[in-house]
């Protein structure tokens, strides 16, 4: 069973001007899965991620989730799905300011109502090169330092879908690849990874690639670039 299906999705924002960065988008995604999604900047990329991640509701079409049409869900069962089954690995996602690294990573665990497991806990710190700054505070990190952390966080709770949204942007070489090493393993491991990017270097890594241009998603998997 596929975990999520986009239906012919439209999203308009009407801020003064109408903008319809999605018109009609129609995408599946199954365990396994690793999609990316390309465009350059303002084409919708990151709309097409919020209304996937339950945090938009489309205009139009239907999109589901677990094979649930997410339309007919309450806020608290979006709420639910989002934290239990989605990882979601934002540029603008939040960390606890007031908690140290490791203490933002077992929040992450008591959010979903789950004992934390401590020594996952440790071992993502040490994956992703911050161990020796577990009990530093969010702050006191780098740009990297924090999107490192923010993956960790992205997967902790062994997400069904994972959402990444230009995933190696202010990260060098040897920390891009280890995350899109990371977004393979947790393809693997039968999640189903959307990243967008407007880097078609990192998107050639992934199992299909898609275009998203004039609201549209075109497949470009095969095409030669
Ligand atoms: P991308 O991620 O590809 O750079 P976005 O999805 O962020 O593109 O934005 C797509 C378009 O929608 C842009 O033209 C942007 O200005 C517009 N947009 C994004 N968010 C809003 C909003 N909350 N209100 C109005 N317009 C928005
Ligand atoms: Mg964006």
């Given at each position: 069973m596929e975990i999520c299906k986009l239906e012919n999705i439209r999203k308009d924002y009407r801020m003064g001007e109408l903008v319809t960065p999605l018109k009609d988008v129609s995408l599946t995604v199954n365990p396994g899965d690793f999609i990316a999604v390309e465009g350059p900047s303002g084409i919708g990329k990151s709309t097409l991620l919020y209304v996937m991640g339950l945090l938009l509701q489309s205009d139009n079409g239907t999109y589901t989730f677990d094979d649930k049409?997410?339309?007919?869900?309450s806020d608290g069962e979006k709420s639910d799905l989002r934290s239990k089954k989605i990882g979601f690995l934002f540029q603008d996602a939040t960390l606890i300011?007031?908690?140290?690294l490791r203490e933002n990573l077992i929040f992450s665990y008591n959010l979903i109502k789950k004992s934390p497991d401590l020594k996952r806990v440790d071992e993502l710190l040490y994956r992703f090169g911050l161990d020796d700054r577990a009990?530093?505070?969010?702050?006191?990190?780098s740009g990297g330092q924090r999107r490192r952390l923010m993956a960790a966080r992205c997967i902790i709770h062994e997400p069904s879908l994972i959402l990444a949204d230009?995933?190696?942007?202010?990260?060098d070489e040897h920390w891009s690849n280890e995350i899109i090493a990371m977004l393979q393993q947790e393809a693997q491991r039968g999640a189903g990874i959307v990243m967008v990017t407007h880097n078609s270097r990192w998107a050639q890594l992934a199992g299909s690639r898609y275009r998203l241009d004039d609201g549209v998603l075109t497949d470009i998997t095969k095409e030669e670039i």
């Open positions: 049409d997410v339309s007919l869900l300011q007031a908690l140290t009990n530093f505070l969010p702050h006191q990190l230009e995933p190696t942007n202010d990260l």
